[in-house]
Protein backbone atom coordinates (compact mmCIF):
# COMPACT_ATOMS: atom_id res chain seq x y z
CA UNK A 1 0.00 0.00 0.00
CA UNK A 2 0.96 3.41 -0.47
CA UNK A 3 0.54 4.32 2.98
CA UNK A 4 3.41 1.93 4.25
CA UNK A 5 5.67 2.01 0.71
CA UNK A 6 8.56 3.13 2.81
CA UNK A 7 8.37 -0.64 4.74
CA UNK A 8 9.03 -2.10 1.32
CA UNK A 9 12.34 -2.84 -0.43
CA UNK A 10 13.02 0.21 -3.12
CA UNK A 11 11.71 -0.71 -6.70
CA UNK A 12 13.80 -1.08 -9.71
CA UNK A 13 11.97 2.07 -11.69
CA UNK A 14 13.16 5.14 -10.45
CA UNK A 15 8.86 6.86 -11.19
CA UNK A 16 6.51 4.58 -11.17
CA UNK A 17 2.61 5.14 -10.47
CA UNK A 18 0.87 3.80 -7.94
CA UNK A 19 -2.38 4.49 -6.09
CA UNK A 20 -3.09 7.51 -8.47
CA UNK A 21 0.42 8.93 -7.95
CA UNK A 22 3.38 9.36 -9.49
CA UNK A 23 6.07 8.17 -7.23
CA UNK A 24 9.50 10.01 -7.83
CA UNK A 25 12.39 7.73 -5.91
CA UNK A 26 14.99 8.74 -7.59
CA UNK A 27 17.76 11.34 -5.57
CA UNK A 28 18.46 13.05 -8.93
CA UNK A 29 14.82 12.97 -10.30
CA UNK A 30 13.61 13.74 -6.32
CA UNK A 31 15.51 17.04 -5.95
CA UNK A 32 15.03 18.08 -9.41
CA UNK A 33 10.66 18.01 -8.98
CA UNK A 34 11.26 19.72 -5.41
CA UNK A 35 13.48 22.49 -6.71
CA UNK A 36 11.35 23.11 -9.72
CA UNK A 37 8.63 25.47 -9.47
CA UNK A 38 7.70 26.30 -12.62
CA UNK A 39 6.85 22.62 -13.21
CA UNK A 40 5.94 21.48 -10.02
CA UNK A 41 3.51 23.16 -7.05
CA UNK A 42 3.40 22.32 -3.29
CA UNK A 43 -0.13 23.40 -2.88
CA UNK A 44 -1.33 19.80 -2.06
CA UNK A 45 1.07 19.44 0.99
CA UNK A 46 -1.39 20.00 3.37
CA UNK A 47 -4.19 18.53 2.04
CA UNK A 48 -6.16 15.76 3.73
CA UNK A 49 -4.73 12.00 1.99
CA UNK A 50 -7.94 10.43 2.76
CA UNK A 51 -10.85 13.19 2.15
CA UNK A 52 -12.31 13.99 5.45
CA UNK A 53 -16.54 13.59 5.74
CA UNK A 54 -18.70 16.06 6.41
CA UNK A 55 -19.17 15.62 10.45
CA UNK A 56 -15.33 15.72 11.10
CA UNK A 57 -15.68 18.83 8.77
CA UNK A 58 -18.24 20.08 10.92
CA UNK A 59 -16.69 19.53 13.85
CA UNK A 60 -13.10 21.26 12.64
CA UNK A 61 -15.18 24.47 10.79
CA UNK A 62 -16.79 24.41 14.31
CA UNK A 63 -13.87 25.84 15.85
CA UNK A 64 -12.51 27.89 12.27
CA UNK A 65 -10.10 25.51 11.67
CA UNK A 66 -8.22 26.95 8.30
CA UNK A 67 -4.91 26.63 6.70
CA UNK A 68 -4.15 29.34 4.30
CA UNK A 69 -0.99 29.16 1.93
CA UNK A 70 1.87 30.07 4.41
CA UNK A 71 4.80 27.95 4.64
CA UNK A 72 4.57 24.08 3.08
CA UNK A 73 1.33 24.75 0.94
CA UNK A 74 2.29 27.65 -0.23
CA UNK A 75 3.38 28.52 -4.52
CA UNK A 76 2.30 32.34 -4.08
CA UNK A 77 3.94 35.44 -3.67
CA UNK A 78 3.71 35.74 -0.46
CA UNK A 79 5.72 32.59 0.64
CA UNK A 80 8.95 34.40 0.36
CA UNK A 81 8.47 37.01 2.51
CA UNK A 82 6.68 34.95 5.18
CA UNK A 83 9.64 32.34 5.42
CA UNK A 84 12.50 35.41 5.21
CA UNK A 85 10.37 36.56 8.79
CA UNK A 86 10.63 33.00 10.20
CA UNK A 87 13.86 32.13 8.88
CA UNK A 88 15.02 34.69 11.51
CA UNK A 89 13.37 32.84 13.86
CA UNK A 90 15.87 29.76 12.70
CA UNK A 91 18.75 31.57 11.78
CA UNK A 92 22.28 29.46 12.06
CA UNK A 93 23.68 32.28 15.20
CA UNK A 94 20.43 31.59 17.14
CA UNK A 95 20.52 27.79 16.81
CA UNK A 96 24.38 27.49 17.74
CA UNK A 97 23.39 29.66 20.82
CA UNK A 98 20.84 26.63 21.70
CA UNK A 99 23.49 24.38 22.08
CA UNK A 100 25.14 24.61 25.84
CA UNK A 101 21.69 24.75 26.68
CA UNK A 102 20.39 21.88 24.78
CA UNK A 103 22.98 20.09 26.28
CA UNK A 104 21.96 20.16 29.47
CA UNK A 105 18.15 19.60 28.97
CA UNK A 106 19.46 16.26 27.07
CA UNK A 107 21.97 15.51 30.20
CA UNK A 108 19.10 16.33 32.67
CA UNK A 109 16.66 13.46 30.23
CA UNK A 110 19.42 11.32 30.26
CA UNK A 111 20.10 11.03 34.09
CA UNK A 112 16.51 10.93 35.12
CA UNK A 113 16.17 7.85 32.52
CA UNK A 114 19.54 6.15 33.99
CA UNK A 115 17.90 6.60 37.76
CA UNK A 116 14.55 4.87 36.69
CA UNK A 117 16.00 2.25 34.68
CA UNK A 118 18.73 2.15 37.89
CA UNK A 119 15.51 1.45 40.18
CA UNK A 120 15.03 -1.35 38.25
CA UNK A 121 11.92 0.43 35.77
CA UNK A 122 11.20 0.16 32.02
CA UNK A 123 11.78 3.50 30.68
CA UNK A 124 10.21 4.94 26.71
CA UNK A 125 12.76 7.01 25.53
CA UNK A 126 10.21 8.03 23.24
CA UNK A 127 7.94 9.80 25.73
CA UNK A 128 11.35 10.46 28.13
CA UNK A 129 13.73 12.04 25.77
CA UNK A 130 12.43 12.40 22.24
CA UNK A 131 8.99 13.85 22.77
CA UNK A 132 10.43 16.30 25.25
CA UNK A 133 13.98 17.95 23.66
CA UNK A 134 12.54 19.49 20.33
CA UNK A 135 9.62 20.46 21.65
CA UNK A 136 11.45 22.49 24.69
CA UNK A 137 13.63 23.74 21.84
CA UNK A 138 11.14 24.97 19.80
CA UNK A 139 9.14 26.89 22.36
CA UNK A 140 12.45 28.63 23.28
CA UNK A 141 13.27 30.28 19.60
CA UNK A 142 9.59 30.84 18.90
CA UNK A 143 9.08 32.24 22.44
CA UNK A 144 5.85 29.75 23.16
CA UNK A 145 4.30 28.23 26.14
CA UNK A 146 3.82 24.51 25.67
CA UNK A 147 4.94 23.55 28.99
CA UNK A 148 2.10 20.55 28.84
CA UNK A 149 4.32 18.38 26.70
CA UNK A 150 1.66 15.44 26.77
CA UNK A 151 -1.41 17.87 25.21
CA UNK A 152 1.34 19.02 22.49
CA UNK A 153 2.05 15.67 21.20
CA UNK A 154 -1.48 14.02 21.45
CA UNK A 155 -2.65 17.17 19.09
CA UNK A 156 0.40 17.05 16.91
CA UNK A 157 0.02 13.26 16.34
CA UNK A 158 -3.44 13.23 15.58
CA UNK A 159 -3.16 16.33 12.94
CA UNK A 160 -0.52 13.81 11.14
CA UNK A 161 -2.66 11.38 11.39
CA UNK A 162 -5.88 12.82 10.22
CA UNK A 163 -4.35 14.51 7.48
CA UNK A 164 -1.33 12.34 6.33
CA UNK A 165 -2.69 8.97 7.82
CA UNK A 166 -5.57 6.04 6.74
CA UNK A 167 -8.07 6.91 9.23
CA UNK A 168 -12.03 5.23 8.66
CA UNK A 169 -14.65 7.99 8.96
CA UNK A 170 -15.24 7.27 13.03
CA UNK A 171 -11.55 7.75 13.67
CA UNK A 172 -11.85 10.72 11.66
CA UNK A 173 -14.40 12.20 13.84
CA UNK A 174 -12.25 11.57 17.20
CA UNK A 175 -9.01 12.83 15.73
CA UNK A 176 -11.24 16.37 14.55
CA UNK A 177 -12.32 16.57 18.33
CA UNK A 178 -8.60 16.67 19.33
CA UNK A 179 -6.85 18.57 16.47
CA UNK A 180 -10.27 21.24 16.13
CA UNK A 181 -10.13 22.81 19.84
CA UNK A 182 -5.91 22.69 19.88
CA UNK A 183 -6.20 25.16 16.40
CA UNK A 184 -8.87 27.38 18.71
CA UNK A 185 -5.89 27.92 20.61
CA UNK A 186 -3.26 28.25 18.51
CA UNK A 187 -5.63 31.03 17.03
CA UNK A 188 -5.86 32.80 20.04
CA UNK A 189 -2.03 32.97 20.90
CA UNK A 190 -1.88 34.08 17.03
CA UNK A 191 -4.17 36.75 18.09
CA UNK A 192 -1.65 38.47 20.50
CA UNK A 193 1.46 37.29 19.60
CA UNK A 194 4.35 39.51 18.59
CA UNK A 195 7.49 38.58 16.88
CA UNK A 196 7.61 36.37 13.44
CA UNK A 197 4.15 35.44 13.98
CA UNK A 198 2.73 39.38 15.13
CA UNK A 199 4.29 40.08 12.30
CA UNK A 200 2.96 37.77 9.78
CA UNK A 201 -0.79 38.48 11.45
CA UNK A 202 -0.54 41.96 10.72
CA UNK A 203 0.76 41.68 7.35
CA UNK A 204 -1.74 38.89 5.89
CA UNK A 205 -3.97 38.44 8.89
CA UNK A 206 -4.94 35.69 11.43
CA UNK A 207 -6.01 33.09 9.23
CA UNK A 208 -2.19 33.04 7.98
CA UNK A 209 -0.31 33.64 11.34
CA UNK A 210 -2.55 30.51 13.09
CA UNK A 211 -1.84 28.12 10.12
CA UNK A 212 1.73 28.98 10.37
CA UNK A 213 1.98 28.17 13.80
CA UNK A 214 -0.20 25.05 12.93
CA UNK A 215 2.17 23.99 10.66
CA UNK A 216 5.54 24.61 12.53
CA UNK A 217 4.13 23.41 15.90
CA UNK A 218 3.73 20.28 14.30
CA UNK A 219 6.13 20.29 11.78
CA UNK A 220 8.85 22.02 13.95
CA UNK A 221 9.11 19.17 16.93
CA UNK A 222 7.53 16.15 15.59
CA UNK A 223 9.81 15.21 13.16
CA UNK A 224 12.63 15.40 15.09
CA UNK A 225 11.10 13.39 17.72
CA UNK A 226 10.02 10.86 15.59
CA UNK A 227 13.64 10.73 13.84
CA UNK A 228 15.04 10.61 17.46
CA UNK A 229 12.95 7.85 17.97
CA UNK A 230 14.54 5.64 15.38
CA UNK A 231 18.20 6.59 15.54
CA UNK A 232 18.50 5.58 19.32
CA UNK A 233 16.48 2.67 18.16
CA UNK A 234 18.77 2.01 15.29
CA UNK A 235 21.71 3.11 18.05
CA UNK A 236 20.56 -0.13 20.94
CA UNK A 237 20.52 -2.39 17.94
CA UNK A 238 23.74 -1.43 17.05
CA UNK A 239 25.58 -0.41 19.32
CA UNK A 240 29.06 -0.50 17.49
CA UNK A 241 27.57 2.73 15.61
CA UNK A 242 28.34 5.12 18.89
CA UNK A 243 31.79 4.28 18.09
CA UNK A 244 31.86 7.55 15.28
CA UNK A 245 31.29 11.22 16.07
CA UNK A 246 27.26 11.87 17.47
CA UNK A 247 27.30 14.57 14.19
CA UNK A 248 28.32 11.88 11.25
CA UNK A 249 25.88 9.27 13.31
CA UNK A 250 23.52 11.77 12.34
CA UNK A 251 23.74 12.48 9.17
CA UNK A 252 23.66 8.98 8.33
CA UNK A 253 20.21 8.84 10.08
CA UNK A 254 19.00 11.37 8.15
CA UNK A 255 20.02 10.01 5.06
CA UNK A 256 18.37 6.53 5.81
CA UNK A 257 15.89 7.27 8.12
CA UNK A 258 14.54 10.77 7.09
CA UNK A 259 11.74 11.86 9.25
CA UNK A 260 9.56 12.70 6.87
CA UNK A 261 9.07 9.65 4.04
CA UNK A 262 7.59 11.47 0.85
CA UNK A 263 5.93 14.81 0.40
CA UNK A 264 3.97 15.77 -2.39
CA UNK A 265 3.76 18.26 -4.94
CA UNK A 266 1.69 18.26 -8.22
CA UNK A 267 1.96 18.72 -11.67
CA UNK A 268 1.02 22.56 -13.20
CA UNK A 269 1.09 21.06 -16.20
CA UNK A 270 1.73 18.01 -18.64
CA UNK A 271 5.46 16.86 -18.48
CA UNK A 272 7.90 14.57 -17.98
CA UNK A 273 9.81 13.18 -15.03
CA UNK A 274 12.09 10.47 -16.52
CA UNK A 275 10.31 8.31 -18.43
CA UNK A 276 7.20 8.66 -17.20
CA UNK A 277 4.64 11.14 -18.62
CA UNK A 278 2.98 13.25 -16.01
CA UNK A 279 0.03 15.61 -16.92
CA UNK A 280 -1.61 18.27 -15.56
CA UNK A 281 -3.14 17.75 -11.94
CA UNK A 282 -1.19 14.72 -11.15
CA UNK A 283 -0.11 14.32 -7.30
CA UNK A 284 3.07 13.58 -7.65
CA UNK A 285 5.08 11.28 -4.09
CA UNK A 286 8.45 12.86 -3.54
CA UNK A 287 9.69 9.35 -2.00
CA UNK A 288 12.63 10.76 0.04
CA UNK A 289 13.31 7.76 1.85
CA UNK A 290 13.89 5.91 -1.09
CA UNK A 291 16.18 8.88 -2.44
CA UNK A 292 18.76 8.82 0.14
CA UNK A 293 19.54 5.02 -0.54
CA UNK A 294 19.65 5.72 -4.29
CA UNK A 295 22.80 4.58 -5.96
CA UNK A 296 25.36 7.46 -6.37
CA UNK A 297 24.38 9.28 -2.95
CA UNK A 298 27.03 7.40 -0.89
CA UNK A 299 30.18 5.39 -0.94
CA UNK A 300 27.49 2.38 0.62
CA UNK A 301 23.93 3.61 -0.12
CA UNK A 302 22.10 0.92 1.73
CA UNK A 303 24.31 0.27 4.78
CA UNK A 304 24.62 3.41 7.35
CA UNK A 305 28.47 3.90 7.64
CA UNK A 306 28.90 7.17 9.79
CA UNK A 307 31.08 9.73 8.38
CA UNK A 308 31.13 7.62 4.53
CA UNK A 309 31.11 10.08 1.51
CA UNK A 310 28.17 11.18 0.75
CA UNK A 311 26.68 10.79 3.81
CA UNK A 312 24.95 14.62 3.77
CA UNK A 313 23.46 14.25 0.21
CA UNK A 314 20.39 13.29 1.71
CA UNK A 315 16.99 15.00 0.66
CA UNK A 316 15.73 14.47 4.39
CA UNK A 317 14.96 18.38 4.62
CA UNK A 318 13.80 18.79 1.41
CA UNK A 319 15.25 21.22 -1.54
CA UNK A 320 14.34 24.40 -3.29
CA UNK A 321 12.52 27.01 -2.13
CA UNK A 322 10.28 24.76 0.69
CA UNK A 323 13.60 23.57 2.18
CA UNK A 324 13.11 22.84 5.85
CA UNK A 325 13.50 25.86 7.62
CA UNK A 326 14.35 23.99 10.93
CA UNK A 327 16.99 21.72 9.26
CA UNK A 328 20.20 22.88 11.86
CA UNK A 329 17.74 23.07 14.68
CA UNK A 330 16.95 19.34 14.08
CA UNK A 331 20.91 18.52 13.44
CA UNK A 332 22.01 20.32 16.59
CA UNK A 333 19.38 18.55 18.90
CA UNK A 334 19.97 15.23 17.57
CA UNK A 335 23.43 15.35 18.12
CA UNK A 336 23.01 16.61 21.80
CA UNK A 337 20.94 14.19 22.24
CA UNK A 338 22.88 10.74 20.76
CA UNK A 339 26.15 12.29 22.53
CA UNK A 340 24.47 12.39 26.16
CA UNK A 341 22.58 9.23 25.24
CA UNK A 342 26.09 7.36 24.42
CA UNK A 343 26.89 5.73 27.57
CA UNK A 344 23.48 4.33 28.41
CA UNK A 345 22.49 2.81 25.07
CA UNK A 346 25.08 0.20 25.08
CA UNK A 347 23.84 -0.60 28.61
CA UNK A 348 20.09 -1.34 27.76
CA UNK A 349 18.15 -4.26 26.04
CA UNK A 350 14.73 -3.25 24.21
CA UNK A 351 11.55 -4.22 25.40
CA UNK A 352 9.22 -2.48 22.93
CA UNK A 353 10.70 -1.67 20.14
CA UNK A 354 8.75 1.00 17.69
CA UNK A 355 6.18 0.06 15.57
CA UNK A 356 4.86 3.05 12.58
CA UNK A 357 1.19 3.56 12.01
CA UNK A 358 0.10 3.75 8.18
CA UNK A 359 0.95 7.08 7.03
CA UNK A 360 1.96 8.78 3.65
CA UNK A 361 4.15 11.02 4.70
CA UNK A 362 5.57 10.65 8.83
CA UNK A 363 6.82 7.24 10.50
CA UNK A 364 4.36 7.97 13.74
CA UNK A 365 6.56 5.59 15.71
CA UNK A 366 4.90 3.69 19.00
CA UNK A 367 7.51 3.79 22.19
CA UNK A 368 10.38 2.76 22.58
CA UNK A 369 10.92 0.42 26.04
CA UNK A 370 14.43 -0.37 27.22
CA UNK A 371 15.44 -1.44 30.51
CA UNK A 372 18.98 -2.04 32.15
CA UNK A 373 20.71 -5.79 30.84
CA UNK A 374 21.10 -8.20 33.40
Not at 171 to 194: I, K, W
Amino acid sequence: MLFELWKHPRPAAPVFRRDGQVVVASHRLAREVLADRERFSSANALDAVVPVPAGPLRELASHRFRLPATLANNDTATHGPIRERFGEVFAPARVAALRPWLTGLARRAAAVAAHRLRAGEDVDLDAAVSSEVPLAALARLMDLDVAATREVKRFSRAALELFWGDPDPGRQRELAEDVGPFHALLRARARTAGGATGDLRDAYGEDAATAALFFLLVAGQETTSQFLTLLLHRLLEEPTLLDHEPASIVEEGLRLLPPITSWRRVALHDTQIGDVAVHAGDSVLVWLAAAGADEGVAECPARMVPGQRGSRRHLAFGAGAHRCLGSQLSRLEAEVVVAELARLLPRCAVVAAPVSDPNLSFRMPSPLVVRLRG
